[in-house]
């Protein structure tokens, strides 16, 4: 395969698994329910999801985001492993379990508060959208009696409870910094409502489809073929 058509072929793959991603973002109006729903300020979400996955549940792929955690594999299995599919390999329930999932990273190991009946439900679930994800988060922080710590800023206090008592040392500085980016204008880095990397990527395979076409258009001579049927038109000379 020639360079150029597989650096056509790359893009517009990327672009294809961005554009169903395009309608599973979440878009301010989510963000406003949820917010609602904690009593709390759209600022403060956007800035846990800012801290625990750079603000997106997918990678530019169309991949679910997760991090595994082997300490907690360890525990619960004995095994010491250091990537996620070496310990699905082992035990895929145990792997769930030990890795976080999605916008907020939840872990799978609190699937039941997060609302589901199984690790394998919740990230099945948190597959498929954002929403879903961002309802599940919310049930959780409903469940881990959050609401207060999140509406009032009290940053340590929520680190301890959602990342245990390990937590970076960082993490409420971080929080307190997305916080105040996203305090003023909360619908910042959303375009057209939904989030910019998943925007981007269905604008490049809009862009790859159009450019192309008109490629392989020019390559086949079509476009000169089409502008030589045009009746020539004599325009009379003019003294």
């Not at 800035?47 to 360890?74: M, N, W, Y």
């Not at 890795?99 to 609302?115: C, E, H, P, R």
């Not at 009290?154 to 916080?179: C, D, I, K």
Request: with cysteine; charged share 20%; aromatic share 14%.
């Amino acid at each position: 395969m020639k360079p150029r058509f597989r650096i056509l072929l790359t893009t517009l793959l990327l672009g294809c698994a961005n554009l169903p991603l395009l309608m599973a973002s979440l878009t301010y109006s989510d963000y406003l329910k949820a917010a609602q729903s904690l009593n709390c300020e759209v600022a403060a979400i956007r800035a846990v999801a800012d801290v625990e996955s750079s603000g997106s549940g997918f990678d530019l792929f169309g991949t679910i985001k997760k991090r595994f955690e082997s300490h907690l594999f360890l525990r619960e299995t004995g095994r010491n492993v250091s990537t996620y599919e070496a310990a699905r390999a082992i035990d895929a329930t145990a792997a769930l379990r030990s890795t976080s999932w999605g916008k907020f990273q939840v872990l799978g190991s609190n699937y039941a508060d997060a609302g589901y009946k199984s690790p394998a439900a919740m990230v099945a679930s948190y597959e498929k959208s954002e929403q879903n994800q961002l309802d599940s988060w919310v049930k959780l922080i409903k469940a881990w009696d959050l609401t207060d710590e999140l509406r009032n800023r009290e940053w340590n206090a929520f680190a301890a409870r959602y990342n245990g008592a390990s937590y970076l040392p960082s993490y409420p500085a971080n929080m307190e910094r997305y916080y105040q980016k996203y305090k003023t204008d909360p619908t910042q880095n959303l375009i057209f409502g939904f989030s910019q990397n998943n925007t981007i990527g269905a604008f490049v395979l809009l862009l790859v489809i159009v450019g192309g076409g008109g490629y392989y258009t020019y390559q086949k001579g079509y476009a000169q073929k089409w502008f030589n049927s045009i009746p020539k038109i004599k325009l009379p000379r003019i003294l």
